[in-house]
């Protein structure tokens, strides 16, 4: 697991890596770490980008346990989601429906909080409403130097080696400025809307959990 803190320019040479025995390991010290980091968030939302796949979703069942659920601040953390599938929400492949099974529907946070990718519609009009409201709640239309969009921005890898949306091959890569795209993978299935790298970028911590 790396931790990459933009403010400190770091890179994945000198990112922080963490190795742990397994999986069960990887969740239950992200849980204790992410609470952490939470709680010292002081004067503004703790902003927090999700992320999919099996290991994040033994994270959020720890993270609604009785160990967590009542100290980690809900009400002071804004949840939105580093990508999705362009499918309904109820729909099985849905990451907004694995967070909400798994996390959401068991602790006590203000439904304005959470923020699921829009899945209706055109794809990139969708994408559109969703940098408006990482706009709204970071204040501005322009990215700035040592003003993070988000505090942590979770992320996984395909085998492919593609982490949130960003697939091989795809023009969302070259994306320079917007900070939600979509994204037409040639090799998985859906339509997807991703976070781009300008937004991934702009964040405290840039977290890779990674097992096996």
Request: glycine fraction near 8%; charge should be negative; hydrophobic fraction near 40%.
């Amino acid at each position: 697991m790396e931790k990459h803190d933009v403010t400190g320019g770091h890179d994945v040479k000198t990112g922080l890596m963490v190795v742990l025995p397994d999986a069960e390991a990887i969740a239950q010290h992200m849980a204790k770490w992410l609470t952490e980091q939470a709680l010292a968030k002081k004067g503004g939302p703790f902003v927090i980008a999700l992320s999919g796949g099996s290991t994040p979703k033994r994270l959020y069942q720890i993270l609604a346990s009785a160990e967590y659920r009542d100290r980690f601040p809900w009400a002071n953390t804004q949840f939105f989601f580093g990508d999705e599938r362009f499918v309904p929400e109820s729909d099985a492949a849905s990451n907004y429906n694995m967070v909400e099974t798994e996390m959401l529907a068991h602790v006590t946070v203000p439904p304005a909080n959470v923020h699921p990718m829009p899945t209706s519609g055109d794809p990139a009009q969708a994408a559109a409403r969703y940098q408006a409201e990482l706009e709204a709640v970071y204040g501005g239309k322009t990215l700035e130097p040592g003003q993070p969009l988000f505090d942590v921005v979770m992320l996984g890898l395909g085998d492919n080696g593609h982490t949130a949306s960003l697939f091989p091959r795809q023009p969302v890569l070259q994306e320079k400025k917007l900070w939600v795209s979509t994204c037409v993978p040639d090799d998985a299935p859906h339509t997807r809307l991703t976070l781009t790298y300008p937004a991934i970028h702009s964040s405290r911590h840039v977290v890779f959990m990674l097992a096996g």
